[in-house]
């Protein structure tokens, strides 16, 4: 459904909010609501703090999200996949290059 409308789909690995762009935005509302609150928990004063607070989200802090989760997500794979050179000219039946004897 969502292909069919133009948009991809990518999972992402539980529990690494890093990977997320979605967890650095709310990261950075609620540390701004928390700044801001002065009113009582569910108040409807703390309800307007929470939508102007929604409303101050650009599309420039968006891409600036999608930037860092891909340049983390980037690294992260590249810290998980090690070369691994297999040398086809030397051929060896003795396994004491891999074992203790």
């Not at 459904?1 to 709310?26: K, Q, S, T």
Request: with cysteine.
């Amino acid at each position: 459904m969502a292909r069919d409308r133009g948009f991809r789909v990518i999972r992402l690995p539980p529990y690494h909010c890093i990977f997320n762009p979605i967890e650095l935005i709310w990261s950075q509302m609620k540390n701004n609501i928390r700044r801001n609150n002065t009113a009582p928990q569910f108040s409807s004063a703390a309800i307007d703090i929470i939508r102007e607070e929604a409303s101050k989200i650009t599309a420039e802090m968006w891409a600036n999200c999608v930037r860092h989760s891909t340049k983390e997500g980037d690294q992260y794979r590249a810290r998980l996949i090690t070369p691994l050179i297999i040398n086809l000219e030397e051929s060896s039946d003795d396994d004491s290059d891999y074992f203790d004897q």
